[in-house]
């Protein structure tokens, strides 16, 4: 989002149109790395885990499956060493804005990611974020096992949780926005009422409704201003 003049006033939210909720993904939208590669890099796999979730992010592989191989290299790695990602972590820029305006307008926001809940926990909890959804490490005596537990937040499960978290609030899909990268996040994108491509790999800017390169992630809120003013239409000309 474009910076304001100083003695520029914020819109009122309640000149909104309704409420809308705001669900984004993680890894390489949120946030500017991929947590899994930051883990690797203490199992000493970083550049065998990023070929991985390169293919994976371009949809050439299973995510479930390409989770599972990435996540066995890091059999080993103390749970100690958790808290040196955890610090590693960089917002992409404009993410925080975009929270703290979603919030302001007294919408919703969540985070669903097909990363780790040991990193977003407490990521999202320094940004007064309530609704998250991430996979979990498995973890014995202090390392970590390279599996994880649960189920896996792939492609399906951020579309229903999505659905779910609408539901909840009493929204209708329409009311939903989603943002991603990956071919993990083409479901939810396409489900919602807006879908962006945020910095997105080619096959999912070609089937998202809209697109953004980047570098803010608070430029979605434009998109959504744009589409509830009518000057933009509420799905692009671009193929689905």
Known sequence: MPDRAPDTPLPDPSDAPHRRLVVTDVDSTFLTQEVIELIAEHAGTREQVAEVTERAMRGELDFADSLRERVATLAGVPVSALAAVRDAVVLTPGAAELVAEVQ???????????????????????????????????????????RTTGPVVDRALKESTLREWAADLGLSMADTVAVGDGANDLDMIGAAGIGVAFAAKPAVREQAPYCLDGPRLDAVLEIVDEVDAGRRPVADARPS
Not at 111 to 132: C, H, K, N, Q, Y
Not at 134 to 144: C, F, K, Q, S, W
Request: proline residues 2%; charged residues 25%; glycine residues 16%.
């Open 104 to 146: 302001r307008r007294g919408w919703e926001f969540g985070l669903v990611s097909g990363g780790f809940a040991e990193i977003l926990e407490p990521l999202a909890d320094s940004l007064g974020i309530t609704r998250w959804r991430a996979n979990r490490l498995e973890a014995v005596d202090g390392v970590l096992t390279g």
